[in-house]
């Protein structure tokens, strides 16, 4: 935690299992660090939901890719004014069919073109 490298704290975030550690790592002022947090598992819903909503589109996308959330959080990312939030929520194969339906209709045409080709992939 004391040293200064950013990459040794973000991959101190990714992989801690202690709860006091990655709960400073989450508020930590660096994206890089909190990008590292999103991607834990062990993070708590309460710091999910926190970084769903976090400044930086490198922490949203990697809450996405690495953890599960709930639907509440994942509308929220549907409208997220990242094209590469929406997208890799479009990609991803764990994501709700509502949401997909929502990412259908996104105003990128790789957003959308991206959901409906994950919808089809299911049927």
Request: glycine share 2%; hydrophobic share 40%.
């Amino acid at each position: 935690m004391d040293d200064e490298s950013s990459e040794v704290k973000e991959n101190l975030a990714a992989h801690t299992a202690l709860p006091d550690v990655l709960a400073t790592l989450v508020g930590h002022s660096d994206p890089k660090v909190r990008a590292g947090a999103a991607q834990n598992p062990r993070t708590t819903p309460e710091q999910r939901h926190t970084l769903a909503r976090d400044s930086s589109a490198l922490v949203r996308a990697n809450l996405l890719k690495f953890v599960e959330l709930p639907e509440e959080d994942l509308r929220l990312l549907a409208r997220d004014k990242s094209i590469n939030v929406r997208w890799w929520l479009a990609a991803w194969p764990d994501t709700p069919d509502s949401i997909l339906e929502i990412l259908k209709k996104d105003s990128n045409e790789e957003v959308a073109e991206q959901a409906k080709v994950t919808l089809k992939q299911r049927k």
